[in-house]
């Protein structure tokens, strides 16, 4: 049984889908985007995690003035039309390029495809910004994100739509309290996922993104080296139970993928016994262990389009939908449920955070002084290390000199 919050908002996602009423219902449902708001702290940070009080409060508050947004903006199809035109206009007249993450709304993703742009994970987006030979760069997604594109290409000025879109990942690992955490265990390699803030990559000595995080710990496993894993503590129990590596894990999670149900899952699948599920491993390991495929976004994407399943059960943020409905149009997604039986309606599936790149914020990236990103030389010169690492890694293993290319 399905129960919906008293203020649940469903929205037709998954007409695309062919399922039964039924599963509409759910996955509507799980679409509310109100979830953020119902969760006490301790759903946002694990207790392991010292993340002050007043921040959390911060946080919630900004989620929450955003969300009444959301609502209050219902544009006509003229005024979206309005703005992307406008969006367009000012990214050739100010010789800039759009850079937007696969969770970002389908509206965003096509404007960044429509405009020379790129859409996809936070690996791909640093390489195409770093390569790209435009003067401004727009980044849709979310704080790291703009960090590592400033890092790698400092000469550039890289606008974001919001810069209070944040990540519960880098909220959960302040840099001074990993860098005394990473000082106790001198004797392990620090690998920090890319989610993080500038002043953590700074700290550390391998960046890797869910693309080639196995990879990467495959790589020091076969060293002998010991890791320090940072901060999601799915993905590091996912990458200790693939590698075997040593790793000693801080304890951070990803808001969405932390809400991902195993017994959920199992029951859709008894609506749908045929569909395959593709899972990321920012999930539970509960949900990791039932998947058909276990990837990043771009992996996932892949999959889906090789495997032979008509339709699939996806454990990643909605925002996805896009680019699988893209990349294999004659088949059907359906969103993993977040809760369970019962309350339904905890996460959603939807980054609160990348829902900010909306876009108004887009139109009017250029004229606002609050939006641009900075990051200290001393800083970006220690992060740009172990992310150069990072991305030379990439290249060798896209040639097969290292790992499982
Ligand atoms: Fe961070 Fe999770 Fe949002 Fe990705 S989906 S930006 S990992 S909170």
Same mark, same amino acid.
């Given at each position: 049984m399905v129960r919906l919050c008293s203020q649940c908002n469903p929205i037709?996602?998954?007409?695309k889908s062919q399922v039964d009423a039924a599963s509409v219902s759910l996955i509507n449902a799980l679409l509310c985007r109100r979830i953020v708001l119902y969760l006490p702290a301790v759903h946002f940070f694990p207790k392991a995690m010292s993340i002050a009080q007043d921040k959390l409060i911060r946080i919630r508050e900004q989620v929450q003035s955003h969300l009444d947004r959301v609502d209050r903006v219902r544009m006509t199809p003229e005024q979206r039309s309005e703005l992307e035109a406008r969006i367009k206009d000012n990214l050739a007249r100010e010789n800039a390029v759009l850079v937007a993450h696969y969770y970002t709304s389908p509206e965003v993703q096509a404007l960044a495809e429509a405009t020379g742009g790129c859409v996809s994970d936070s690996l791909e987006m640093a390489r195409f910004g770093r390569d790209?030979?435009?003067?401004t760069l727009i980044v849709a997604g979310v704080r790291f994100m703009g960090e590592t594109a400033k890092i790698l290409t400092p000469h550039k000025r890289v606008l974001m739509p919001d810069l209070e879109a944040t990540c519960s990942l880098d909220l959960g690992c302040p840099a001074d309290e990993f860098a005394a955490f990473c000082d106790a265990h001198p004797d392990r390699e620090v690998v920090v996922y890319a989610n993080t803030s500038a002043a953590v990559k700074a700290r550390a000595d391998w960046v890797v993104t869910s693309s080639i995080a196995l990879d990467v710990a495959e790589h020091l496993a076969e060293q002998g080296k010991k890791i320090i894993w940072a901060p999601d503590r799915h993905l590091g129990d996912y990458v200790r139970r693939m590698t075997g590596a040593d790793i000693l894990m801080w304890d951070g999670a990803c808001i969405v993928h932390e809400e991902f149900k195993a017994r959920g899952i199992e029951q859709l699948k008894q609506v749908h016994p045929e569909a395959g599920v593709l899972v990321h491993p920012e999930s539970p390991s509960s949900v990791v262990e039932i998947a058909d495929f276990v990837g990043s976004t771009t992996q996932i994407i892949k999959a889906a389009q090789r495997l032979?399943?008509?339709t699939f059960i996806v454990a990643t943020d909605h925002g996805i939908f896009f680019k699988l409905q893209q990349a294999a149009p004659d088949k059907h997604f359906i969103i993993a449920p977040t809760?369970?039986?019962? =309350?339904? %309606?905890?996460?959603? =599936?939807? %980054?609160p955070w990348m829902a900010m790149n909306d876009l108004e914020r887009l139109a009017t990236v250029f004229d606002r002084p609050d939006n641009e990103i900075f990051v200290a030389a001393a800083v970006a010169t220690d992060a740009m290390r172990p992310l150069d690492r990072m991305l030379a890694f990439a290249a060798e293993l896209n040639t097969g000199v290292v790992g499982r290319a």
């Open positions: 037709p996602f998954v007409a790209h030979p435009a003067e032979p399943h008509e809760a369970g039986e019962g =309350a339904t %309606c905890r996460s959603c =599936a939807n %980054c």
